[in-house]
């Protein structure tokens, strides 16, 4: 368990829905409910947090649940239990899942990849609990290969990295070097805000 | 470029505070007698700082990257403009205000413009291309 990610979202939980469960969900809620659509078969959904995305989740499904903090899962607790299917939360650290190779038919993620203190180690371990063919659904914020706005993104992660995410992550890339195949890449705000689509190679 | 009127709206106003913020906060720090590049540098510098301050209640109403990408540039903007006119020459609060201002818009317009040429689907593979 990495002890220091882990308190820095614990420090983090108590005003994370005030800082983003506003502007940034009314924002991206049409393209996560577009994404989370997809939903089908065993579930893993990486990073609950305080379980803002659930609102965005199709009625009726089985997801299994994980965040390494146990301060942001007690938070999602109410959003967990009026979810209209079944969700199972576990404190877990995405580096090391206990589940079983082939696992789960699809892995979602939500903003969780600028987080994840080693992110092609953390995309190696969702690639060994997916089945092989099963798919990788990811809503990210990454960094920009376009001036200014690349300069900008590493200079804020100066900052933002100290007390959360860091703003200038190559995922696109992370999730190839894992050994991903990329099936599709939509841009949602310029090349920052994307889904990305991938698949576990038979 | 946001479709809907809330966000529309929103990240015009966002832009705009943030760039008459930095523009008075730069007229306020910069004088005539800086030289015009030193007052470039910390005035962008400045420029920043007052977007990304401003960003924490602009992304909790308008929302998050789609705040903070766009603030920081104008903020950028607004402080190297204003910061080497005022260095140039003294200029009135009201024009501080209404280029800096006036930086916020064109700032948000970059990235506007940006946003229609880079949006959509970039990547396809397996057949679905």
């Known amino acids: 368990m990495d002890i220091q990610t882990q308190r820095k979202w614990n420090r983090a939980a108590k005003n994370f829905d005030l800082m983003a469960s506003k502007g940034a969900e009314w924002r991206w809620a049409p393209q996560k409910r577009a994404l989370f659509s997809r939903m089908e078969g065993g579930i893993l959904f990486l990073a609950l947090g305080t379980g803002l995305d659930i609102a965005a989740f199709p009625p009726g499904k089985t997801i ?3 965040d390494i ?17 079944t969700i199972t939360t576990h404190m877990m650290d995405v580096h090391d899942m206990p589940f079983a190779e082939a696992s ?47 300069v900008m993104m590493h200079l804020m992660t100066f900052m933002s990295k100290k007390i959360g995410p860091a703003m200038n992550r190559d995922t696109v890339a992370n999730v190839r070097a894992a050994g991903f195949e990329i099936v599709e890449v939509e841009n949602i705000f310029l090349d920052v805000v994307k889904t990305i689509r991938a698949v576990r190679p038979c | 470029m946001e479709s809907r009127w809330y966000f529309f709206v929103g990240d015009i106003f966002a832009n705009l505070v943030v760039g008459v913020v ?18 470039m540098i910390i005035a962008m510098a400045l420029g920043m700082l ?22 920081m540039l104008s903020g950028m903007l607004a402080g190297m403009v204003v910061g080497m006119w005022c260095a140039m020459s003294a200029v009135s609060l009201s024009g501080a205000v209404l280029v800096g201002g006036a930086s916020g818009l064109v700032g948000l317009a970059i990235v506007w413009g940006f946003h229609l040429i880079l949006r959509g689907r970039v990547e396809l593979a397996r057949g679905d291309r």
């Open chain 1, 64 to 66: 299994t649940a994980i």
């Open chain 1, 69 to 85: 903090s146990p301060r942001m899962l007690a938070l999602a607790q109410a959003r967990v239990e009026a979810y209209p299917g």
């Open chain 1, 104 to 150: 789960f038919d699809q892995v979602f993620t939500s903003c969780t990849f600028c987080s994840v203190p080693d992110p092609v180690a953390g995309l190696r371990a969702l690639r060994r609990v997916l089945k092989p063919g099963g798919e990788l659904f990811m809503f990210e914020h990454t960094g920009s290969h376009w001036f200014p706005f690349n």
């Open chain 2, 22 to 39: 930095a523009g008075v906060a730069c007229w306020l720090l910069v004088g005539p007698a800086w030289n015009m590049w030193l007052a």
């Open chain 2, 50 to 71: 007052v977007a990304g301050l401003l960003f924490i209640p602009f992304s909790i109403l308008f929302g998050a990257m789609e705040v903070m990408v766009p603030t």
